[in-house]
């Protein structure tokens, strides 16, 4: 087992069921997430028969970098695990932190027609240890501190729900890499089940909706998923999530050119999401050179955030990053596998 996939509780348990004290839990915790040791032998409070059963029972690997494209402000990786298959993630440098956009399957069988990851199908989820893993490979790459993570790499995170919650609370524990709750955010394409047992949790951690289309007949033509959850349903969950957490929730919408960034949509988005306690996030589209949709350019960009202004909904403009380093996610990962 990988010990990167060990929340301190679930250490806590190993220590006691050997017979040792559960405070042990908290100093291995503190030499792997706060001093950064990366071998078991450097934890030197810890007696050395403790030390010899950890090996026995852990390993301590992380994602493989096997490529790093830097641009302005943004470093996107592509990692090789354990067992040959590729990820990617991308570090953005914003002036109030530093975010990492993480994967959480090895492919993505939700088959958005926009999207570059989901031409490759779902291989596997990831482990929490693989997630985990990613920051800590990122952080040590780059020598800095990660403040802020999304969700938003390759993969359906809410398809991969257990060990996305275990990634969670392990990331977010203060004795380990302490990333506020409020700084995590989990984006799904809507699965609506999932939107509700998230919302009876009861985190901090924002969530994302990608809605992309303002009514059914565009959505199920961009996203495979408004098959199974129509829009109404995806609202309705929305709303039961708001009302549980009191939290505010994001609209991605990506811009296609002439596919959903004309008046009408921007009329439609407005009084599909009137009243809620939620604002849209526009997302200029990275173009891939396998997908035949365009980006809206900035001027109609400029439409359509007033028309949402007008009437009365909160929107902002998404920062590009990165389409000088194939940040299209999972482009990185396409163009390596030749495909
Ligand atoms: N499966 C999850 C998270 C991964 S995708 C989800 O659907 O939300 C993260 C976000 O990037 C989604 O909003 C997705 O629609 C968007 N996205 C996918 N391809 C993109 C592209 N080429 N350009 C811009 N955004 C893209």
Request: proline residues 2%; hydrophobic residues 35%; positive net charge.
């Amino acid at each position: 087992m990988n010990i990167y996939g060990q929340t301190v509780e679930d250490l806590e348990k190993y220590f006691e069921n050997m017979g040792e004290k559960k405070f042990k839990a908290i100093q291995v915790y503190d030499w792997l997430y706060k001093k950064r040791v990366i071998s078991f032998d450097d934890m030197s409070n810890v007696k050395k028969s403790v030390i010899e059963k950890l090996k026995d029972d852990f390993t301590l690997s992380l994602p493989k970098i096997i490529k790093r494209e830097d641009g302005k402000d943004v470093h996107k990786y592509l990692f090789r695990l354990t067992d040959g298959n590729l990820v990617e993630a991308v570090l953005m440098v914003h002036d109030y932190g530093n975010s990492l956009c993480v994967s959480s399957q090895v492919g993505c069988n939700m088959g958005c027609a926009f999207c570059e990851s989901g031409r490759l199908k779902k291989k596997r989820d990831l482990g929490t240890d693989e997630m985990v893993g990613q920051i800590l490979a990122v952080q040590d790459d780059l020598n800095l501190r990660i403040s802020h993570v999304v969700l938003m790499g390759i993969g359906e995170p809410f398809d991969n729900y257990d060990n996305v919650m275990k990634f969670v609370k392990i990331i977010n524990c203060p004795k380990g890499i302490d990333i506020g709750a409020r700084h995590i955010t989990i984006s799904t394409c809507g699965i609506v089940p999932k939107i509700k047992e998230f919302a009876d949790e009861g985190l901090q951690v924002n969530l994302a909706i990608s809605l992309h289309a303002p009514n059914d007949v565009l959505r199920t033509r961009l996203m495979k998923i408004n098959k199974v959850y129509k829009l109404h349903e995806v609202i309705e969950a929305v709303k039961y999530y708001i009302n549980k957490t009191n939290r505010r929730v994001t609209f991605e919408y990506i811009m296609l050119k002439d596919v959903n960034d004309n008046e009408k949509c921007a009329l439609e988005l407005a009084s599909l999401i009137k009243g809620l306690n939620a604002y849209v996030n526009l997302i200029p589209y990275n173009e891939t050179s396998h997908i035949e949709f365009k980006k809206t350019n900035n001027e109609k960009v400029m439409k359509f955030y007033d028309i949402l202004k007008r009437n009365k909904i909160n929107v902002t403009v998404r920062r590009e990053f990165g389409s000088e380093v194939s940040a299209a996610c999972g482009q990185l990962r396409a163009n390596e596998e030749g495909q």
